[in-house]
């Protein structure tokens, strides 16, 4: 019992020490603390392809994910670039820019926030304007670095805050982290967690203000290639606990373009303004390294917001040749093989590139796919994982132990460009590749545009 008291007492100390500390508004994580909180252009990241989502995107690999979960970035390979523009509400603007560089160590990111705003004329007690308007901005300057550690993602950043209103001036600093753990298969579930704004209190003039730090979590649900859901849930220190919901649509036009809708609802604000205070859309255009999104954000009575987003990436390094090998057209059972997870790559992705790959195959017409449910299969991929064959002699003898002719394996890899996807066709007599090809593509949502391609290449076509 004493231990039990003890533990509790510990846990209302640990509790009331922000607070005390002021790093959390009064009556912190309810409604009653709204307003309370400083900095509030920290809240929501400026990114069209968040705001589109209604502020979604926990789960999201990008540049922009340095605002709102470091980890998020992770992934990145190369260099990239993003810029963005707010038109806000009462004559308001937000820009921002985030710079990543992918190095051994992880990746290295770099952003900064301005938020300029009319604060008006001055006024004298007649309420007649004299001299110079006033002036007030908010910025916000940092860095981060995030690394993948298998299928988990971690990320963290650090950022320089400060504020002017008039003459008066303040400033202080606030630490991001986060963690995305990736699932595996072909319809899989990724989560993340989240911690955003949390540092001490904003002092500006004689007051000071906690910064609208948050805890965030939330899931993506990859339906398929083309289309991701999410659900996510946000507590702010200076608001009630709510949820958001959203999707995203990808629509391939060619290897190396795209276009994307996106939808959500964001119900922090439900109650004051209604559906049209809590829905946000937008869309997305993709052309190689070229990246242009537009989110469309009402706010009710208030009025609404537009937000464009820019983004380019560069600097992938050369990629080998595929091998040339002549074509033939080839018949017959063939067994696929799984494809092999390449640099910046996960095994849910190379699965589901192995899945799409198998069925473009079969609607050749030129292939009767081995059944991956036959016993046989199952029994001869067990063997191989302990024989520790790859390449050509695996997908080989995978093919002679599930008696198919021929087999298929391959790779997927990843650079700033967007991924490359390899695959060969093994005669399982020889072990002798007879065709093989490679394809790039843009984003994971081309994924059944290369397996398409790969599928007339392999068959002669």
Same mark, same amino acid.
């Given at each position: ?17 922000? $607070? ?20 509030q ?22 540049p ?39 190095? $051994? ?5 770099a ?10 004329? =001055? ?63 072909g ?16 002092k500006l003039g ?10 965030a979590?939330?899931?993506? @649900? ?23 919901? $959203?999707?995203? @649509? ?15 609802l964001?119900?922090r ?34 009025g609404?917001?537009?937000?464009m987003?820019?983004? @380019?990436?560069?600097?992938?390094? =050369? ?80 093919? =002679? ?12 890899? =990843? ?21 093989? %090809? ?16 790969? $599928?007339?290449?392999?068959?002669? %076509?």
């Open positions: 019992m004493r231990r039990t008291a003890a533990a509790s007492l510990l846990l209302l100390g640990l509790a009331a020490g922000p $607070a005390g500390a002021g790093l959390f508004p009064d009556n912190a994580f309810s409604d009653d603390a709204r307003g309370l909180a400083g900095a252009f920290l809240k929501a990241p400026p990114s069209a392809r968040f705001a589109a989502l209604a502020g979604a995107g926990l789960t999201l690999g990008c922009d994910a340095f605002f709102l979960n470091p980890a998020g970035a992770a992934g990145l390979s190369g260099r990239a670039v993003s810029a963005s523009y707010e038109a806000l509400l009462e004559g308001s603007s937000r820009t921002g820019l985030v710079l990543s560089n992918a190095a $051994a160590s992880g990746v290295f990111s952003g900064l926030l301005y938020r300029g705003s009319d604060a008006g004329p =001055r006024l004298d007690g007649a309420g007649t304007a004299f001299g110079s308007a006033i002036t007030a901005y908010d910025a916000a300057a940092g860095a981060g670095w995030a690394r993948r550690f298998g299928l988990t993602d971690f990320g963290f950043g650090v950022k320089y805050v400060r504020s002017a209103l008039d003459s008066e001036r303040g400033a202080t600093a606030a630490v991001d982290a986060g963690f995305v753990f990736r699932g595996s298969g319809q899989a579930t990724d989560l993340a967690l989240a911690l955003r704004n949390f540092g001490p209190p904003l004689s007051g000071k203000a906690p910064l609208p730090s948050e805890l979590g939330g899931l993506r @649900w990859r339906y398929s290639p083309e289309f991701n859901v999410f659900a996510e849930g946000r507590l702010p220190s200076d608001h009630a606990p709510y949820l958001v919901f $959203a999707g995203e @649509w990808l629509l391939p036009v060619s290897a190396g373009t795209g276009f994307a809708l996106r939808g959500g964001n119900f604000n439900f109650g004051d303004h209604g559906f049209m205070g809590a829905f946000a859309g937008g869309f997305g255009l993709r052309f190689g390294g070229l990246s242009l999104d537009y989110a469309f954000v009402p706010y009710g009575e208030l609404s917001t537009h937000r987003t820019a983004g @380019w990436a560069w600097g992938a390094p =050369r990629r080998a040749a595929p091998r040339a090998v002549p074509r033939r057209r080839l018949s017959g059972a063939v067994a696929v093989a799984p494809f092999e997870a390449a640099g910046g790559v996960t095994a849910a992705e190379a699965a589901v590139v192995r899945n799409l790959v198998e069925s473009e195959l079969a609607k050749t017409g030129r292939f009767r796919v081995v059944e991956r449910s036959r016993l046989d299969f199952i029994l001869a991929e067990k063997k191989l994982a302990y024989a520790g064959l790859s390449g050509e002699a695996a997908a080989a003898e995978l093919a =002679r132990l599930s008696s198919a002719k021929l087999a298929v394996f391959g790779a997927v890899s =990843r650079d700033a460009r967007g991924y490359t996807v390899t695959a060969r066709l093994v005669d399982a007599a020889t072990g002798e590749v007879q065709l093989s %090809d490679s394809v790039s593509v843009a984003e994971d949502y081309l994924f059944r545009d290369a397996a398409r391609r790969l $599928a007339a290449a392999l068959s002669g %076509d």
